[in-house]
Every structure is written in C-alpha cells, then in structure tokens.
C-alpha cells in the first residue's frame, strides 16, 4: 500500500512529463498521459520490487509459457489503493482516468483458460503475501486479433507492442541469458574427470522484460520476467567460446538473426492442443533455460547450499509445455555444479511441481526423439537416462510390459512429456475434482496406482479482485454496504450475504445493479454492431474458446429449436433472451470455424426476421479477451458451462459468472461440479450425460446419433437447416457441421443432449419471469462464489505443494 497527495502526484505527473516528454501537459497525447503515469506508477513501487528475497524465505517460481494478463492499470490502482487521489489529480490536469484505462493496450499473451489462470494465481500469490514469481516468453505478437468477414472469423496480427515497449516492464540487460541450442556433446577428461562438452552450439540470448505484479493492499512486488530471444549483443557478458561461428557471409549471418529471432517471435494460437512443431519445441527450451539458469545464478549470489535448493526453491510447471525443467535443472546439477546423478535427481524431484490441465488426447504433448536428440542434444541424453532409470524402476515393481509401455518416457520414437512430468515430480495436481478423479482413475490409472501420494486437487479460481472489484464497481459496492470491507480480502465472507436473500430491497437493487451492467453491454454491441439489443430481456452468454467439447453448437441447437417454435406458434409465451456469444477459434481448426460462420449466419438470419423481433436476438462479438470479458461477464444473466461431460478440466468463466450473480446453464462437468455442491441443483440449471454415462458410451464405441435423427424429428429439421437452404449465406460448412453430428456420429453428444437441454433451457425462462426468485438464486450464487477466489487455491498450492515438507518417498527417490 502507499499513499500519495493529490497535490504530490499532480507535481510528480508534471515533472515526469518533462523528463519523459519535455512539452507540456495539455500538448501531450494520451498515449503519452498514459506513460506517465504507468511511469509514476513505477517509480512509486520501486523500492518494493526488490530484485530477490531468496535467502529469507522460499520462493516459488511458475513457468508457464501462457500468460494472459489483461489491462494492468486499472487493477495496479486499485491494488495500491491510490485510484482516487489519482483520478482527481488527473482530473484537475484536465485528464479524465478512464480514458486513460480503457487505452491501455490489452496483452494477449495467451490462448485461454490456462493463460488466464496463470494471471490470476500471479495476481493472488502478490496479494496474499507469498514470494510468487513468473517465468514466461514476451512474445512480438500475441494472440490473433479476430474480425468477422462475411460471417467467417479472419485472423490479423496482434500487434501489441506497437510503440516497441510495453508500458508496465523494464528491460534488464545486464541480466542476459545464453541459451544453447544444436551442436555437438561429449565427454572429455579433465584431470581424472569426466566433462560434459557442448561445442558447435548456436547461442540465443534471452533478454528480461520484467513486470511488477502488484499485491492488493500490502508491501509485496513480485516479478513476471518474460524472457525475448535476441542474436547475442557485443558487450554481452557470457562467453560463447564453445558456440558455433557465425563470422561468415553476410547471408550467414542474416539467417543467424532470425533463427534467434524467430523464437519469441508469436504465440501459438492453439488451446488445449498440441502443435507439434519445431519452433514451438524451441520455445519451451528458450524461456525454460533462461529460467532454470536464472533461478541458478540467483541462488549462487546468495552462496547457498546446492544441496538444499529445493528447501529454498519451489519450481511450478503449467502444463506440460515447461516440462524441460527437469533435465535442464539435471544439467545444470550435474555438469555445472559437478554433482552424482543421486544428488542431482534428490534435488530435481523435491523442486519441480506439475499441473495437468486437461485430458484431452490432442492437447498431450509428444515431442519425436530425433527432432529433440538435434535441437537439445545434452538435454536429450539426460532425458534418455532419466527413462533409463524409470524403466528400471518400473521393471523391478511390475511385470505388465503393456504398463511399462504406457508408463515409460519414451516410446515408439517420442517423449511423452506428461509421463516426464509425473515421473520427476513431487506433486501431480489436476484443476477440478472431476478432472483429478479423472486422471486417477482413468488418464494417469498407472501413475496414481504406483505413486498415488504424488497426486492432488487444486480446483481454479479467479482473481476476485479483477473479475468483481474492478470489472464490477456497483455490484461492489453494494456488498460493501451490507456486510463491510472484509470480504474483498477474504471472500468467504461472502457468505453473510445470504442473510439478506429474502430482503426484497436488495434484491431489487441487485437486479437494478444487473440492469445497469447490461445496457453498458448493450451500447457497447449498439456501437459495434448496430445491433439494438432489449437490456430487459435474458442475456444468456457463452464467451470461451471455440471448441467441439464445449458445444457452442448445443446452444445453437438449442436457438434454432426456440426459433422455429416462435415461427410455428407466434403467440407462444416467451422470455425475451440475447443469447451472446464470444469465442476465437485455431486458426488450423477447420470445425470450429464452421461453427462461428454457421452462429454467425443463424443471427443474421434471426436478427433480421421481424417475425422474432422482441423476442430473440443472437450476437456474435469480436475479438472475446480479457477486456471484453470484464464488459460482458458483470451483464450475464445466464452463464453456459455445456461441455461435453468429463472434457473440460475445470473452466474459470463459470467462477467468474457466478462471483457476478449470473445463473449456471451446465452439466456436471468441471468445476461445475463443485459449484453444484455448494448451492444445490435448486440455485443452478443442469441437463445432460453424466461422466460415467460418458464414459461407458465411449468405451461401448458411442451412441447412434443417426438413430436419434430419425427419430426425433425437432432435431431433425434443426440439423437439416444446416444443408437445405434455410440459413441464408451457408455453404460447405454448413455441410462440416452436418457431417461432425450425423455423419461422424457426434462425437461430443451434442445431438443426444439437446433434448434436455432444451428441458433445462425451458425451466430457466420460467424462473425468470419471477423476478424475486431469479433475484434470490443470483445472491446466492455471489454468496457462495468466495471459494473460487484464485486466493484459496494459492494458499491451497503453498499449504499442500510448494511449503509442504516435500522429501519424496524414499523408495523413489533412489531412481
Ligand atoms: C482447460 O481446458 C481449465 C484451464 C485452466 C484448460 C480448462 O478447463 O479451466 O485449462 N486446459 O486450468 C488447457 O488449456 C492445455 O490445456
């Protein structure tokens, strides 16, 4: 927390300006008012964000190669607690705050969910007090920027850094890194001993961009250092002696700069999958090296115990794609430090942490040996050893040699790296209670039979702080009012809030609250669109990536059944409802773009019909992200968590729906599941397959969604629509998604849903006719939303993993 005058700041914002600037106030443009005050902002903070607290206390440090942070400024006031003495300050230079806010550039660093968990649990280890930091790469371009053209999803170049820095990071050159790629390895004798030699390499130098992760209301900084690859510079400190050379042609030395270039050049835009490719290999290594030797050198500068690095050192790899921590860490232990691979492995595997975020075949990573064996030759031998040893292991305990397979590290020519991951770690997390029974009983059935101490819930969660504080000031406030202050650092306070479910006053407050946030929302696709949406009828929004498992098709379904019943009975009796969609698609996902040009032409269709006018409006909107969400999320009245049963992890939308008071539309999928263990099937909307009817099905080779084509004749004209001429603007994709249900057997039960779906779908429209009703089941939700504050699920990873005496099974640790 700090304090700063208003009269302070408007001296400090002045003189800022004329370092920075050397002109005037009222002649700056915004852009330039913005840096001024992020400058401020920074030098305020400064002496917070000291460098290193390493030899006091255990750090953590979380790598993940996604993180999706969002606009900064608005939670970096709100965090320090000076929002308003700065707008004021602003406001008497004549600059009005949120103007300021909303031109912030949004870094789209990540895809999804797992990109915005890493956000949120950045934002909660600051604010409750723990050492936390980031490892992640600056990437040139983040995520595509999504436009519709004629109904089909166009990707353009997210260009974020377009004034070449960023407002919030500061650049550490001295702080370099060498990361080594190719070349050739060998031992050589020095003096009796044996030397790992790498020659022929070619070095990488990975530069630090660091931001301040400010904690709410307290003294700590953290730091995300995201790592840029860059050709070594002339003054840069490591020796490169071993590397290869680069004095040749001048064309040589072109490719060289691009090789080095390339690699933090853009994020790969795909979620829960796998890319399978070269430069993506590369990346992991970059920003995983340049962390590992980091975190070394550090820990050398404070002359500690090697032996002890993981008493002091907690290593956190999100998802797989970080998972070359564990031979990079063996590297640096073994050839640097000189130490047994006893030693080295008792260190590694008492360090390094993991969490698996889905179970999703196509999302697990699998890197062939002879693409690793070239790029990361040493890498790949300590790999090869480390197997070596596990299957040992494994065939002293087992005789199955169908189970070794399937548990070993490598096989059939590739690395599996989930299987490196369990094998090397102390803790093996899933994110919701589904899912972690899940890779238990089923997905890791192997590894949790063998280790089964090794494995653990961590359910997600959300930064309160940003998903209700900031994107939700009235709803805020009015918490406030009823049961004080407290909740914001401890949300399960939230709870008191029940007290007042029958207090019809508050309840018609918090549908005004609602109200409000939904005409926000509705100027907002006014502007954009042109579209005139009724803030009075359901707002009823599926926002999240577009994906066959989490059935944006079920809700479209679902919309042209509700669409033809209008068209057959135009009396009918029904709630007014925009049903809003947001969701970006793989650019290489052929399905899902059909699905957004499909939505896209059934709105057009329905919102151009005046035979539903009043009664049905479907909007698509552009570019869903973080800034977006903070618009939409607060305006929700229904949230759709429809997943396919047992495929989605956990979902972090349908916590933050909840915290702002929208009701859940969702199968027992996910964290929806413990959701409905707080507030019971009564407070919330569930339909569909349950996990083990799934799973049955799918070990039984699935339903026949042709038979219940034919025989439901609703659904049938549904899915005709898709390939007879009655959506305007529709051709071959039409057809794709035709083909995904009948002729591809429906894969994700869309078709074998729907009916109760539609059942589901029926019961809410008529609860929201009672106002008070609806009213009271949404109190109740924010009521018991405290939970999913990212900060239970932090403390839970310090308390469980990262603090916890974690000396490994003895046995084990002898690999
Ligand atoms: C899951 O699909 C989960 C997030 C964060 C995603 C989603 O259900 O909420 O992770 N998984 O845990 C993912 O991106 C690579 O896997």
Redesign the pocket.
Known sequence: MITISKRKFKQYFESKMYSLYAQPINEASNEQHLNVLASVLKDLIAKKWVDTKIDTEKEVYYFSIEFLLGRQLKSNLLNLGVENSIREGLKELGINLDDLIQSEVDPALG???????AACFLDSMASVGMSGHGYGIRYKYGLFKQKFVNGCQVEVPDNWLTQGNYLWEVVRPNKAILVKFEGDVYLEEHDGNLKVIHKNYIPVMAMPYDIPIIGYRNNSVNTLRLWKSEIPRRDFGQTTANAKNYSGSYEEALNYKYYTEEISQVLYPN???YAGRLLRLKQEYFFVSAGIQDIYRKYKKHKLNIHELHKKVAIHIN???PALCVPELMRILLDIEGLSWDEAWNITINTISY????I?AE?MEKWPVEMMKKLLPRIYMIVEEINKRYLSYLNSKYSDQNKIRRMSIINNGNINMANLCIASSYSVNG??KL?TTLLEKEVLKDFYDDTPYKFNNKT?GIAHRRWLMSANPELSGLITNLIGEEWKTDTFKLKELENYKNDNHVLDRLDEIKYNNKVLLSNYIMDKYDIDVDPNSIFDVQVK?L?AYKRQLLNLINIMTLYHKILDNPDMDIEPRTFIFGAKAAPGYYLAKCIIKVINSVADLINNDPRVRGKLKVVFIENYGVSLAELIIPAANVSEQI?TTT???????NMKFMMNGAITMATLD??NVEIHELIGKENMFLFGLTAEEVLNYNKNGGYSSIDLYHTDLGLKQVVDDLINGFIPNLGKEGREVYDSLITYNDEYFVLRDAKDYERAQRELSELYKKKYDWNRMSLINIANSGVFSSDRTIKEYGRDIWFRGCEINEEFNKL
């Open positions: 895809n999804g969910g797992l990109g915005r968990l979620d829960s999958n998802d797989t794609h969490t698996n975020h889905t999703m999302a994110v919701a899912h997600n990536r994906h997943s495929k989605e992890a956990s979902g972090t939308s996910g964290a």
